[in-house]
């Protein structure tokens, strides 16, 4: 019976030694080419629905557990440079709606509104202190209502404080926590190795459902919004990148977009992205203690994308109203988007729901923005899979900055060895970073 196994075993033991990328690649081929041949065989689609079904059932146990393990065996005095990670986050969100903004002046757009988009159910905060208010809820939410929905902050909350209550309990105790630990995160490492077949269903579902067309009659908008991204990705992380490690950016911001920003475009989702960003920061080495935290924390308030997608929205639709937005204006229009990206759900379209808010800014009433709002979701399929790439990314490249930054100050207190596996583009990140 063993022998009849064997060519099955084989076939996914070459199977898994091909790069994820590579099969992701494969992934996406076959994805495009079933969405424009067969776009009527919906089954496919369970293949893209299963697969982030099961990285956001597992990332708030990942996150509670790992959070609580590594905190309850903190030793004293032990760095996480999560400060600075939290300023390189907020700095992220600022430089990304000023991008915006100078965008928007350098290429004005104006808006054909849909009369057919649905957004009477829709019901987006009404200003940044219901915004703010929303957050400190969420951080003393019932810790179980914080589990079966996702709630990061809520999530992160009860973990901390769980985790230092438990700094005292003994060791067979932090054992179990430890084990548990190592088992979600091994049921992730098997999560993600489905990638390849998780993409060709989103895929399939993008281009069979969407189609093309689609995207036609708002390319401009398009352009301007996806341009500022790559600029914020390309142009600004590696500058921010640059300023804390004094080595070439590159490979880092490379590596971040590889290996966090493909699969968080097709998720469309940051909390979903959340096992896959762990799994980057422990390839490139960085400390457990540090990305516990900052990579779930991300997830909700490092929102790069958001801002420029609320910034650039707002501007279009004063264009279109005829609202002459003075420089002043727009700064303030840049630290409200900054603020408010801290804000929207790490989920599909979270962002979309915070227009109306920075449209008040202009006296845009509500109904308009609202039609503004609809114009975000039928450019959502671009619009909001660039973003999370955007954010997602950049979620492991703060925090290796940070780390990174520190080990250049105190070499001492870091191991120079880098983390066994590595493939040779990750070893060259790390090579660079603390030499």
Same mark, same amino acid.
């Not at 309850?72 to 709606?97: C, D, E, H, P």
């Not at 490690?245 to 880092?252: C, E």
């Not at 935290?293 to 801002?307: K, R």
């Not at 880098?418 to 030499?435: I, R």
């Given at each position: 019976?063993?022998?009849?196994?064997?060519?099955?075993?084989?076939?996914?033991?070459?199977?898994?030694?091909?790069?994820?990328?590579?099969?992701? +690649?494969?992934?996406?081929?076959?994805?495009?080419?079933l969405?424009?041949?067969?776009?009527?065989? =919906?089954?496919?689609? +369970?293949?893209?629905?299963?697969?982030?079904?099961?990285?956001?059932?597992?990332?708030?146990?990942?996150?509670?557990?790992?959070?609580?393990?590594?905190l309850?065996?903190?030793?004293?005095?032990?760095?996480?440079?999560?400060?600075?990670?939290?300023?390189?986050?907020?700095?992220?969100?600022?430089?990304?709606?000023l991008?915006? $903004?100078?965008?928007?002046?350098?290429?004005?757009?104006?808006?054909?509104?849909?009369?057919?988009?649905?957004?009477?159910?829709?019901?987006?905060?009404?200003g940044?202190?219901?915004?703010?208010?929303?957050?400190?809820?969420?951080?003393? %939410?019932?810790?179980?209502?914080?589990l079966?929905?996702?709630?990061?902050?809520?999530?992160?909350?009860?973990?901390? +404080?769980?985790?230092?209550?438990?700094?005292?309990?003994?060791d067979?105790?932090?054992?179990?926590?430890?084990?548990?630990?190592?088992?979600?995160?091994?049921? $992730?490492?098997?999560?993600v190795?489905?990638?390849?077949?998780?993409?060709?269903?989103?895929?399939?579902?993008?281009?069979?459902?969407?189609?093309?067309? $689609?995207?036609? %009659?708002?390319?401009?908008?398009?352009?301007?919004?996806?341009?500022?991204?790559?600029? $914020?990705?390309l142009?600004?992380?590696?500058?921010?990148?640059?300023?804390?490690?004094?080595?070439?950016?590159?490979?880092?911001?490379?590596?971040c977009?590889? %290996?966090?920003?493909?699969?968080?475009?097709?998720?469309?989702?940051?909390?979903?992205?959340?096992?896959?960003?762990?799994?980057?920061c422990?390839?490139?080495?960085?400390s457990?203690?540090?990305?516990a935290?900052?990579?779930?924390?991300?997830?909700?308030?490092?929102?790069?994308?958001?801002?420029v997608?609320? =910034?650039?929205?707002?501007?279009?639709?004063?264009?279109?109203?005829?609202?002459?937005? %003075?420089?002043?204006?727009?700064?303030?229009?840049?630290?409200?988007?900054?603020?408010?990206?801290a804000?929207?759900?790490?989920?599909?379209?979270?962002?979309?729901?915070?227009?109306?808010?920075?449209?008040?800014?202009?006296g845009?009433p509500?109904?308009?923005?609202?039609?503004?709002?609809?114009?975000?979701?039928?450019?959502?399929?671009?619009?909001?899979?660039?973003?999370?790439?955007?954010?997602?990314?950049?979620?492991?490249?703060?925090?290796?900055?940070?780390?990174?930054?520190?080990?250049?100050?105190?070499?001492?207190?870091?191991?120079?060895n880098?983390?066994?596996?590595?493939?040779?583009?990750?070893?060259?990140?790390?090579?660079?970073?603390?030499?």
């Open positions: 019976m063993k022998k009849n196994f064997n060519p099955v075993i084989n076939v996914i033991k070459k199977w898994n030694s091909i790069s994820l990328i590579k099969r992701i +690649i494969c992934g996406l081929i076959v994805g495009t080419i969405g424009l041949a067969v776009p009527q065989a =919906s089954a496919i689609s +369970i293949l893209g629905n299963l697969f982030v079904g099961a990285l956001r059932g597992v990332a708030p146990l990942l996150v509670f557990f790992l959070v609580m393990s590594a309850s065996q903190m030793r004293k005095g032990q760095k996480t440079n999560m400060t600075f990670i939290v300023m390189l986050y907020m700095l992220g969100n600022l430089l990304a709606a991008s915006a $903004v100078l965008a928007s002046y350098i290429f004005p757009i104006t808006l054909t509104f849909s009369k057919n988009t649905n957004t009477a159910d829709i019901a987006p905060p009404s940044v202190t219901e915004v703010l208010t929303n957050l400190l809820m969420n951080v003393v %939410d019932n810790p179980v209502n914080a079966v929905n996702a709630n990061y902050i809520g999530i992160l909350a009860w973990a901390v +404080i769980l985790g230092l209550a438990l700094k005292k309990a003994g067979g105790t932090k054992r179990a926590l430890e084990n548990i630990s190592d088992a979600i995160a091994t049921a $992730v490492k098997w999560i190795n489905c990638a390849p077949f998780g993409i060709l269903g989103l895929i399939f579902t993008t281009i069979s459902e969407q189609g093309l067309n $689609v995207l036609l %009659d708002y390319g401009m908008l398009i352009l301007v919004l996806v341009g500022t991204m790559l600029f $914020v990705a142009i600004m992380n590696p500058l921010v990148t640059f300023i804390c490690t004094r080595k070439n950016p590159f490979p880092l911001v490379f590596t977009l590889k %290996d966090s920003g493909i699969t968080a475009f097709f998720t469309r989702s940051s909390a979903a992205n959340i096992p896959v960003n762990m799994e980057l422990k390839k490139l080495g960085l457990e203690d540090t990305y935290i900052s990579i779930p924390l991300g997830a909700t308030v490092n929102m790069a994308g958001a801002a997608t609320i =910034s650039t929205m707002a501007l279009a639709a004063a264009n279109t109203l005829g609202i002459q937005v %003075d420089f002043l204006t727009a700064i303030i229009l840049c630290v409200l988007s900054a603020l408010s990206a804000g929207a759900s790490g989920v599909a379209g979270g962002s979309l729901l915070l227009i109306p808010l920075a449209c008040s800014l202009f845009i509500n109904d308009i923005a609202m039609q503004v709002v609809g114009v975000g979701f039928i450019v959502g399929v671009i619009q909001d899979s660039c973003e999370t790439a955007l954010n997602s990314s950049t979620d492991v490249l703060y925090t290796a900055c940070a780390e990174f930054r520190d080990r250049r100050k105190h070499p001492e207190l870091y191991t120079t880098a983390p066994s596996g590595e493939n040779q583009g990750q070893s060259e990140v790390y090579a660079n970073s603390v030499k």
